[in-house]
C-alpha cells in the first residue's frame, strides 16, 4: 500500500516562506505524476502544482511567481516552495501521487500565513 507523507507545514506571516516536502513508500515503481492540492476551511480542494513525467510542470494562477515544485529524480518525493505567502494561502497542504490508474493522498499538512 502506497503512503504519502508530508512535512514542512506551520505559521508564518505574510510575505514569509515555507517548504513542503512529501515523501511516498509502499511501492518499488516511481509515480509518474506528483503535486500538491490545498484545502482552505469552506472551499473546494484545489490544485496547487504538479510534475507529470518530470518533463511538465503545471502551477494553479494563484501559485505562478511564487511557489516552485520539484522532484529529485528517480524518487518519490516532491517539494514545494511557497514564497511571498499570503492570508489566502492558509489551508491544508495535501500531496498526492498516481501510479496507473491510482492516486494516492496524504494526510495533509496545515499552512497557516498571518497577517
Known sequence: ????????GGLVQTGGS???ACAASGTRF??????WYRQA???????????????????ADFAKGR?????????NSVSLQMTS???EDTAVYYCYGRLGSEYDW???TQVTVSS
Open 1 to 8: 500500500q502506497v503512503q504519502l507523507v508530508e512535512s514542512g
Open 18 to 20: 515555507l517548504r513542503l
Open 30 to 35: 516511481i509515480m509518474p505524476t506528483m503535486g
Open 41 to 59: 476551511p469552506g472551499k473546494q480542494r484545489e490544485l496547487v502544482a504538479v510534475k507529470i513525467n518530470s518533463a511538465r510542470t503545471d502551477y
Open 67 to 75: 511557489f516552485t515544485i520539484t522532484r529529485e529524480n528517480s524518487k
Open 85 to 87: 505567502l499570503e492570508p
Open 106 to 108: 496524504g494526510q495533509g
